[in-house]
């Protein structure tokens, strides 16, 4: 490197007036041949560029895309990435993006509404082409999605959503799979089902509750609202819901825990106190952790497909990205499957 070429890269990260003035061409001429411009010669171009890699030239991409007011990012936010099925989704998401040549920008909210709405500012203050989000556990109303609809920037709602008519989403039929694990549970001769439920304000513990009783209604068995506790559907939670339920004497042969780790942690509880797993309480969660099929005994579950959701909503957010204001409000419904380990084989 020679030494003007020096002094130009350690005063500052040189620019395209730094190589114009070390070939000693316009500014103009170097931009278009850095944007491949057929206004200008191959050879001039295959000098430029040279000069530009000897400088260490680099693009400023932000201000470009800024300029076309197009950042080709989108932000996905998600309750924890360490969720087998948040992962999955993520999953899905960048193996979309990147074939449309997007970049990706993840955050997790770890449940809290305050850590979600600074998360959503500056994600739009960062100029994101669109969102993806799963919101917290805390979160029960769109206020803080405002600073999104008022710089037009779009988003989609996946998995856990808000109730609302105007929104997009992409969901799994979460009542469906509240039925169908109660129905499996009837079927296997099950009566007293406790449900471990999220909290109801949210949509998706709402409706796999609603699947939850209606499964029951359906086969003559008797609602009682003591049979349903409901927390934040940690490990732990679930280990002292088993606790609650066993100090209060009342009579149950099965849970459903509407996600796996709450589950798991019942299945700690029922074995420390003898209590045989399915023989004398079924068990069922809803997520399908690679954990559920290697512990003992293996856990039924809801296979969610993580992945085919992560790719579906990406692509209803590119959809709604590309069409922007001709865009109407979408809501795509996928199927989950029960997926029956031991836990549940009497």
Do not use: W
Not at 74 to 99: D, M
Not at 168 to 186: A, M, R, Y
Not at 208 to 231: C, D, H, M, P
Request: proline letters at 2%; glycine letters at 4%.
């Amino acid at each position: 490197m020679s030494l003007l070429s020096n002094i130009l890269f350690l005063n500052n990260q040189p620019t395209i007036h730094d190589i114009a003035k070390a070939l000693s061409i316009d500014s103009s001429t170097v931009s278009r041949a850095l944007n491949d411009s057929p206004r200008v010669t191959k050879h001039t171009k295959e000098r430029i560029l040279a000069k530009a890699n000897e400088l260490g030239y680099q693009r400023n991409l932000l201000a470009l895309n800024l300029r076309k007011k197009k950042t080709n990012t989108i932000g996905v936010v998600v309750p924890r990435i360490s969720r087998y099925f948040f992962s999955s989704v993520i999953q899905g998401i960048e193996e979309t993006t990147y074939l449309s040549g997007y970049n990706v920008i993840i955050c997790q909210s770890l449940e809290s509404l305050d850590r979600e709405k600074k998360i959503i500012e500056t994600l739009a203050a960062n100029r994101v082409d669109g969102l993806l989000i799963s919101v917290s556990m805390e979160t029960s109303n769109k206020e803080h999605f405002k600073v999104l609809d008022n710089n037009k920037i779009p988003y989609v709602f996946f998995d856990r959503h808000l109730n609302s008519k105007t929104d997009s989403n992409v969901l799994i039929d979460d009542f469906k799979g509240g039925f169908d694990i109660t129905e499996h549970l009837i079927l296997r001769g099950c009566q007293k089902i406790v449900h471990f439920s999220g909290p109801l304000d949210q949509a998706i513990y709402k409706n796999r509750f609603l699947g939850y009783k209606s499964a029951l209604n359906k086969y003559g068995i008797e609602f009682k609202q003591e049979y349903v506790l409901t927390s934040r559907l940690m490990e732990n939670e679930g280990y002292k819901g088993v606790d609650e339920l066993t100090k209060s004497a009342l009579v149950f042969d099965a849970i459903f825990a509407a996600n796996d780790l709450s589950a798991i942690g019942a299945m700690k509880s029922l074995k420390e106190k003898k209590i045989s797993i399915p023989e004398d309480v079924a068990i069922v969660g809803f997520s399908n952790e690679p954990i559920s099929s290697v512990i003992e005994p293996s856990l039924t579950t809801i296979d969610q497909s993580g992945l085919n959701l992560g790719v579906t909503a990406t692509n209803l957010l590119f959809k709604s990205i590309a069409e922007k204001e001709r865009f109407k409000q979408e809501t795509i419904i996928l199927q989950a499957n029960l997926v029956e380990r031991d836990s549940t084989r009497k």
